[in-house]
């Protein structure tokens, strides 16, 4: 069955120290591949997105993510961390025209 | 830049009472889709639309659920008799054309009591 992986269900880093999170699929095909961000009460706001070509990927707020389709992984990475980043991270795929399939999430918090 | 946006914000009704929550998608997408998220839970697939009619749907989208493209512009999710379980945040997204990522609405807020 189709399904995204999100091992970690909590982090907790440093203010500056480098972040990674895990994200694992399965799925037949190559995926479209995404990360979304959701702060508290808010609604679900697009980090980054892999679809073909280069397997690593720049998004916003400094964030990056690799694609690695011998690990089925899609991991999430930042070099130095902000307060602001404290956040629910969602790793997803889609097949393309239809319905993303999400992960558990994981809730960072960020220690001052 | 365009954004889909989604009305009302937070909305409380009796459990059994019919809600219709709102959508605008993003002008120039085909694509349109409802998801649910129900409190400290992972975001879920309710239902895909296009070209006027559904094109996938989970099983959670039962028979109390409903979806309408009634205009050029708003996307609808009906839920007829609601329960106590259909509490949750309802997104809205859409995509198409040249763009495969789905953009997302910030959601309602629906509590059932």
């Known amino acids: 069955a189709q399904s995204v992986t999100q091992p970690d269900i909590h982090i907790t880093v440093s203010e500056g120290a480098s972040l990674e999170l895990r994200c694992n699929y399965s799925?037949?095909?190559?995926?479209?591949l995404f990360w979304y961000v959701q702060s508290p009460g808010q609604g679900l706001q697009l980090l980054l997105k892999?679809?073909?070509?280069?397997?690593l990927v720049q998004g916003i707020k400094g964030f990056e993510a690799e694609f690695k389709r011998s690990q089925s992984s899609f991991n999430l990475r930042k070099p130095s961390v902000h307060w602001s980043d404290a956040a629910e991270y969602f790793c997803a795929y889609s097949g393309g025209y239809n319905k993303l399939i999400f992960g558990a999430g994981t809730r960072l918090a960020v220690h001052p | 830049e365009p954004e889909v946006t989604q009305t009302p914000s937070h909305q409380v009704t009796q459990m059994g009472q019919e809600v219709i929550l709102r959508c605008v998608p993003i002008?120039?997408?085909?694509?349109f889709y409802w998801y649910r998220q129900i409190l400290g839970q992972k975001v879920e697939f309710l239902v895909s639309f296009y070209n006027n009619e559904i094109s996938e749907k989970s099983e959670i989208f039962d028979d109390q659920f409903s979806v309408e493209r009634p205009d050029g512009s708003n996307f609808t999710l009906k839920i007829r008799s609601t329960k106590l379980e259909d509490s949750a945040m309802y997104f809205c997204?859409?995509?198409?054309?040249?763009?495969?990522?789905?953009?997302f609405g910030p959601g309602t807020r629906l509590l059932v009591l």
């Open positions: 892999y679809f073909s070509g280069d397997t």
């Open positions: 997204a859409s995509n198409g054309g040249q763009e495969k990522t789905q953009y």
């Open positions: 799925y037949g095909a190559t995926p479209y």
């Open positions: 002008s120039n997408h085909l694509y």
